[in-house]
């Protein structure tokens, strides 16, 4: 009988500490989801990955803006990003606070 309450209580102790280390896990990775999604991205050097932590860019409008600033150089202002295909003066304004041209 001691020995199943022995077993028991380790069985229940791993299971606590496995718990345990998944919510910390858990939280950590929300910091680092929080932290991309509020870093700066300089449209003129950003790779897609980079450009698809802005709001509203997906994988084709990270891509146009790439092709964009290969084919005309790098943007001047960020009212040129409106050349771009697909994305237009509301996607701008989401973007505007968390875009640097440099």
Known sequence: MKKLFSCLAIVLSLLFSFTWMSVAN????QVVTAQAVTAMVNVNSASAKELQTL???????AQRIIDYRTG???FATSEELLKVKGLGQSTLQKISNRIVIQ
């Open 26 to 29: 858990a939280a950590k990775a």
């Open 72 to 74: 005309n150089g790098p």
């Open 55 to 61: 709001p509203g860019i997906g994988r084709v409008t």
